[in-house]
């Protein structure tokens, strides 16, 4: 599975961004998908995740109510809805796969197996 994230870039606080995961590779349907986040001087976060299916999605607390994991198993593509940005989601986000045989909606950064490779989102205060 090869996955490349895009759709990053600089907002104003209090604004929406749309990140896209684009991936490629058979089976992604069965994959369950995650998107981290890394900001400057800091170690790689979960921010959602969600299952092969999309019927069972996950967040940080940091994010609840202001992101939206979802996928579309026929474009074989993730996205993460974020609204009312603040400065510290300021940080480059990564989408994440974990093997296709593995069900379990984990926000554990070791047990993603296959990683795009980021996309930067700036939120200026």
């Known amino acids: 599975v090869q996955l490349q994230a895009s759709g990053g870039g600089l907002v104003q606080a209090g604004n929406s961004l749309r990140l896209s995961c684009a991936a490629s590779g058979r089976g992604f349907s069965n994959n369950v998908m995650g998107w981290f986040r890394q900001a400057p001087g800091k170690g790689r976060e979960f921010v959602a995740a969600?299952?092969?299916?999309?019927?069972?999605?996950r967040y940080a607390d940091s994010v609840k109510g202001r992101f939206t994991i979802s996928r579309d198993n026929a474009l074989n593509t993730m996205y993460l809805q974020m609204n009312s940005l603040k400065p510290e989601d300021t940080a480059v986000y990564y989408c994440?796969?974990?093997?296709?045989?593995?069900?379990?909606?984990?926000?554990?950064?070791?047990?993603?197996?296959?990683w795009g490779q980021g996309t930067l989102v700036t939120v200026s205060s």
């Open positions: 994440a796969a974990r093997a296709a045989t593995i069900t379990v909606v984990t926000d554990s950064r070791y047990q993603y197996r296959y």
């Open positions: 969600i299952s092969g299916n999309g019927g069972v999605t």
